[in-house]
Structure formats: structure tokens, C-alpha cells
């Protein structure tokens, strides 16, 4: 399309302009926006573009190799893969409250990208004078408008967003004129895979908000194999691109069970499929039951620890879309 190829001609020109030498960086969490920024970017400034890809142990099955697979080995952007999960996890051991869950992972993030920072300076001429962001027009029109919005507080406060206060940046934001279907449209035309620019939304805090109680390895474990379920029945039915948001729960409820001539006593997986608009209202969507079946039949026989499954059925108001 001739609109969004002007358009990445045009801001490149822009963005060469206004970094002049220096060096930007970048917070890559592999969702739609901060992607195409990075992808953006790199045709326009090339390696003055540095990416810190932090993994917050949070992360879903795979996320941390297809990251780097796309923006390192393809698309060979420097990148600073940052293996944080055990300072994470540790710092959320034995919490269950989700705000506090919140509270500990906003605030480590923040400590982990100075640290890659600091440590992507050391000892070099060249400081990152600019900070790169994802930032959308329906951002900055809600930040305008905030108003005490909780909710966009609190997105802002995880999304890679609202970072580091003492450290000096100007902004770059290359997708501030933009809404979500052109971003994606510009992401297609810079030649990132489908898998990245039509991917549903991933909220900051990852497997933290979809994971009642408490957080350790083994109950990641659990709630990453029946995630990798859900995604790959939805893309084989053909149902994960139609949606807003698929994935897995995993409830802070262990019930019984028989498997063979054994009783178990096993966790729950709820599993979460909804349409949406812009993840304000919401509605569970009606999967075919063959698929919902497969879907289940599938963790129950492969996830080691899970004997249930079910189906969340509800809209948004009054449940949320994630389960913390
Ligand atoms: P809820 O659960 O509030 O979610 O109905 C609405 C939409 O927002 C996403 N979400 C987040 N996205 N950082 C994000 O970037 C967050 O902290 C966060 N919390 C929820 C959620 O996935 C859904 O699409």
C-alpha cells in the first residue's frame, strides 16, 4: 500500500534527522508495537539502534526464541537478551496478592533496564542520549485524557512505557500518528512475520496475571505447556487470528480425579477466548465444541498436574479478560 510505504520513507527520514549520531534504545517485549518500532528504527538508523529483550521468567512458551530469531538472526538487529527470570522469580516468591504481583514486576523491570543499560555503556563514548518507544496515537490520546484512568495507569506502568525517571532520554516514537491495524500494515511492509504483527496482545506482567496464587517454576510449568495447547489448537482450527485474546488460567484449585486405577488430586486450567474491540468490553467467544474438546482432551493427557479444564463464559463487564 502506497499510504504506509510514504509513510516509513518519510519517518526514517525523520528519524535520521532528529537522532543525528547518536544512539538510541530500545525496550523489545515482542508484542506488535515495540516490534515494528524496532523494525522501523533499524531501516532508519541501522546498528545506532541498540534492543534490550528482557526476560522476566514470565514468558510464554518459545517467546524468548522467536524474538530473538526474528530480530537477531533475520532481521540482525543488535540485540541485548536479558536472562532476568530468577531475580524475578525470586522476588515474587510466596506472593498471591495480584497487585502486589504487579508492584514487584513494574519495579524490577524498571532496575533490569537500567542494569543493561549501564552495562551496554560501559566503558563506551557512545550513551544512549534517546529512548525509543511503541507508542500508538490511542496512547497518547489517553494519556492526554487520563484523567486518574486506572487502567491506563497501570498499563503505562508495565508496558515499557513509563521507564526509567532519572535516567536522561528524549523519546523517540516513530508510531505516534498511527492506530493498530496501519501499525501492523507497516510492520507487514518491513517484512516482519505474520506470527509478530498479528499476534493477540500480551499483557507487561505476563504469566504473573494469568496465574492465581501463588508463582513458581512448576506452576509456570504447568501453565505454559496448556498455553502452547491452546495457541496451537486455535491456529490449527484456524480460530487464533479471528479472536482478540486465546490462552490458558491456571486457578489456585486442586480437585479430584482418576486416571486408570489411581485417584488424583490435580489443578485446574480455565481457558480464556475472547472477542473484543479494544480489551475494554469483551465476550467469550462460541468455539466450535470439537475444538474446545481438543483443546481440552489435549492438556488433560499432556500436561503433567492438570485433571480439569474449563471454559470461561464470561463478558467483560463485569470479569475481567485476564484471571489474577
Ligand atoms: P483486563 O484483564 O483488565 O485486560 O480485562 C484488558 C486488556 O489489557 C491487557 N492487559 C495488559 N496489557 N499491561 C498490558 O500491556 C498490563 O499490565 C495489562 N493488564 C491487562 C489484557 O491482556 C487485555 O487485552
Redesign the pocket.
Known sequence: DWTMGSFIDQTCEEVRQQVGDDHVILGL?G?VDSSVAAALLHKAIGDQLTCVFVNNGLLRSNEAETVQRVFGDNFHVKLKYVDASTRFLKKLKGVTDPERK?KII?NEFVRVFEDATKQLTRGKKSKFKFLAQGTLYPDVIESVAIGGNP?SL??S???VGGLPKNMKFKLVEPLRQLFKDEVREVGAQLGLPKEIVQR??????GLA?RILGEITKERLRILREADAIVVAEMKASDWYYRV??SFAALLPVRSVGVMGDERTYAQTIAVRI?E?QD??T?DWVRLPYDVLAKISSRIINEVKGVNRVCYDISS?PP??????
Request: aromatic residues 10%; glycine residues 12%; positive net charge.
Open positions: 517485549s508484542g504487579r513494574g487502567a497501570i498499563k506502568h508495565h508496558n493477540q496482545p500480551f499483557p507487561g506482567p496475571v482478540w485474546q475472547v473484543s480489551g475494554m469483551a467483560k470479569a475481567t479478560i485476564e484471571w489474577e
